[in-house]
C-alpha cells in the first residue's frame, strides 16, 4: 500500500510549483537548474519525494525566494501524538494559486487598476458562486433551458 504524501511535503511542493509557474518556468528548466528530471521536478511538487535542505536551498537561489517562503502558511503542527492541525484555511488559496487557472486570473486580477472595476469583478464572482451552489446554473435560469 502506497503511503500519502506528508501534508509539510506537499505544502512546500505546491510553494515551489506556485512561485515556478509565476516565474514563467517550466518543470524542464527548473530540473536543468537543478540537475534534475522533470518528473523528479514533478514528485517534489506533489509532495511525493521530500526535498532535502539543500536541494531546497538550491531551489530556492533558482526561483529567487527565501528558503523559508516554502513553509509560509504551512499546516502546523498539533499537540504532540496528534499528528496534524487541522490545515491552514489558507491552504485552499496557495492550491489554487498553484494551478494555471488559479494564476492566470490572478494576474488579469492584477491588471486592473480602478477599485470599483475590481469591486464589481468581486460581486460578480460572488453571486456565480452563490448560484452554482443553490444548484442554479452558473449561466443563470436561461442556461438551463
Do not use: C, W
Request: glycine fraction near 8%; charge should be positive; avoid cysteine.
Amino acid at each position: 500500500m502506497k503511503k500519502a504524501p506528508d501534508p509539510i511535503d506537499r505544502h512546500v511542493g505546491s510553494r515551489v510549483r506556485m512561485q515556478r509557474v509565476l516565474l514563467k518556468m517550466s518543470q524542464e528548466k527548473l530540473g536543468e537548474a537543478l540537475g534534475l528530471t522533470f518528473q523528479q521536478v514533478q514528485k517534489y511538487e506533489k509532495g511525493t519525494n521530500r526535498i532535502g535542505a539543500s536541494r531546497l536551498q538550491q531551489i530556492s537561489k533558482t526561483l529567487n525566494v527565501p528558503p523559508s517562503f516554502f513553509f509560509d502558511g504551512a499546516p502546523s503542527v498539533g499537540a504532540p501524538g496528534d499528528g496534524f492541525a487541522e490545515e491552514s484555511s489558507s491552504q485552499y488559496v496557495v492550491e489554487f494559486l498553484s494551478t494555471a487557472e488559479g494564476l492566470h486570473l490572478n494576474r488579469a486580477f492584477a491588471r486592473i487598476k480602478d477599485p470599483k472595476v475590481r469591486k464589481r469583478v468581486i460581486d460578480l464572482i460572488s453571486t456565480l458562486a452563490d448560484q452554482s451552489e443553490d444548484g442554479v446554473p452558473a449561466g443563470g435560469e436561461d442556461a438551463a433551458k
